[in-house]
């Protein structure tokens, strides 16, 4: 069955600290994985779009690495903000033009603290 | 741009009342999608529209019905609404995946639907 397991499931850090959030996942074919940002009482917003054949990608203080080996992602955060306090949702897509191909993971709540 | 519009933001149902959610995009994107999303779980999609004039079932579609009106507007129906289908309920509208096109999803702000 085609899963995206996310961790931590929530993670507290102080401003101004780095963290890192993973995801795995079964999703297979594959054709690229994506992380969004959900603040409270919004919707979804795109943070990055990898490929298969990407291995990072940066969207200013995030920073998103794949390794389709072992069919891993993380999300790393720099510098942390109170603004960074959300939850990260992990995507895969399955095959190009399956548009119900996308499977989401339950996502990670981070809070950033003063 | 407004993006993608849903209304209402809000409602309370009672149990086999009958309710429409409605979805705009301006971004003359192709496809939109119907999702909810549940504490402890990821978005599950209930329905899609690839394109104006068509529609599919998701994963979760049970219970509910879809109109593509336009290519702007898809409506989501609850004709009896359930408790079960108490959620927070996700417009998003995209331009078809394709190997030039990633696909990328806008969502709209949400829907929170409670069944009394």
């Known amino acids: 069955k085609n899963q995206v397991e996310q961790s931590p499931q929530s993670l507290i850090i102080l401003e101004g600290k780095n963290c890192t959030l993973q995801?795995?996942?079964?999703?297979?074919?594959?054709?690229?994985l994506r992380w969004y940002k959900q603040d409270t009482g919004r919707g979804p917003v795109s943070l990055t779009i990898m490929t298969f054949s990407e291995n990072t990608k940066s969207n200013g203080r995030y920073t998103a690495t794949l390794d389709a080996d072992t069919k891993q992602s993380s999300l790393h955060i720099t510098a942390s903000q109170l603004s960074d306090s959300a939850s990260y949702i992990c995507v895969v897509s399955g095959p190009l033009g399956g548009y119900n191909k996308l499977i989401f993971g339950a996502g990670t709540r981070l809070a950033v603290h003063p | 741009n407004a993006g993608v519009t849903q209304t209402p933001k809000f409602q309370v149902l009672k149990t086999g009342q009958s309710m429409t959610l409605q979805c705009a995009q301006d971004m003359n994107h192709n496809s939109m999608y119907w999702y909810r999303q549940d504490p402890g779980m990821g978005l599950r999609l209930i329905y899609y529209s690839a394109s104006e004039g068509t529609t599919d079932k998701g994963e979760v579609p049970n219970g509910y019905n879809v109109s593509r009106l336009n290519k702007r507007e898809f409506s989501l129906r609850l004709e009896s609404a359930a408790p079960s289908q108490t959620s927070v309920y996700f417009c998003a509208s995209s331009e078809p995946p394709s190997a030039l096109n990633t696909g990328e999803l806008f969502f709209g702000e949400g829907s929170r639907l409670t069944v009394l």
């Open positions: 995801c795995n996942y079964t999703v297979s074919p594959f054709s690229n």
